[in-house]
């Protein structure tokens, strides 16, 4: 079974917002009093290997005198938040002095960014809180030195790039959910739509081909599709008061029907010679797997 791998690279998130331009414009979004900064005030800080889940859908952006932390919850809520946050607001200090080679052994008190952590959440707020802090993680009635305050961002202003990047999680999602036996259509349709909608439109038409190939990595992932047709399962199976171990077996069923689907669409590339490279991209078979079908390109 293979485990949900991201890099700094490969997710629309990271890969939206490490682009200076559109960094610019989440700035000025967060901070629409700042009328003066360019895209020579950014520095992209690449947050990579702080946590050891292999998920690294975060990033850092330096503004002048601030350090501005984003993370992505996705459209489900995690309750650790400002755990993740507080590990990648310490190893970004870190690297920031090594960077600057600030010495920590001096009478000089060293001066550093200020910060600010947000989390972009693409799913329904609900009654959820607008702040999350470290002291909930803390038990109740304690108190402690140490605190940190995160931001939730839920929705934003029609048409700035925090709208179009939380609408257009949105109709992916919606997609998944429209097209659950077929990624290629759950991918071309979000592309669509989000253009007719002008959500990340000149964004998809510059990097459409990255995205498809983001898009894809995370549909086909096996655990994530596991996870979510089991928890469907599950809701089903509780509203008609089915035992869970026979949602669980009609979730294996689901899989393995997938596959067979999956193997079926294969031997149709292969047979119309298609290469075997984008024969795995559009299918989420190995290479080997489609080797083993014994079809010829």
Not at 187 to 199: A, E, F, G, Q
Request: glycine content about 4%; overall charge negative.
């Amino acid at each position: 079974m293979c485990n949900i791998k991201r890099t700094t690279k490969d997710s629309v998130f990271t890969t939206l917002f490490s682009h200076k331009e559109y960094a610019l414009q989440l700035f000025k979004v967060l901070h629409p009093e700042e009328k003066n900064v360019t895209e020579k005030d950014i520095e992209i800080i690449t947050i990579d290997n702080v946590l050891t889940d292999g998920i690294y859908n975060d990033l850092g952006l330096m503004f002048k005198d601030r350090l501005i932390i984003l993370a992505e919850a996705q459209s489900n809520w995690n309750g650790n938040m400002a755990i993740r946050g507080l590990f990648y607001l310490s190893e970004t200090y870190k690297r920031y002095i090594a960077k600057n080679k600030i010495s920590l052994f001096t009478s000089t008190t060293v001066q550093l960014p200020v910060p600010e952590i947000y989390v972009i959440f693409t799913g329904e707020k609900g009654n959820r809180p607008d702040e999350i802090f470290l002291s909930d993680h803390f038990p109740k009635n304690s108190s402690s030195p140490l605190q940190l305050r995160i931001k939730m961002i839920y929705d934003s202003r029609k048409g700035d790039i925090i709208y179009q990047y939380i609408n257009f999680c949105k109709v992916f999602d919606q997609m998944r959910k429209d097209f659950p036996d077929s990624v290629v259509m759950a991918v071309k349709n979000t592309i669509s739509i989000c253009r007719n909608k002008d959500l990340l439109a000149e964004f998809l038409r510059d990097h459409e081909t990255e995205l498809n190939d983001i898009m894809y990595d995370f549909l086909y992932n096996e655990e994530y599709w596991r996870k979510l047709m089991l928890r469907d399962e599950r809701k089903k199976a509780r509203e008609e008061g089915l035992a869970e171990g026979h949602a669980e077996g009609l979730v294996e069923g689901r899989i393995q029907g997938a596959h067979d689907k999956a193997v079926e669409t294969a031997r149709l590339m292969l047979a119309n010679n298609i290469e075997i490279s984008m024969v795995a991209k559009c299918t989420g078979l190995s290479i080997k797997e489609i080797e083993a079908l014994g079809i010829s390109e």
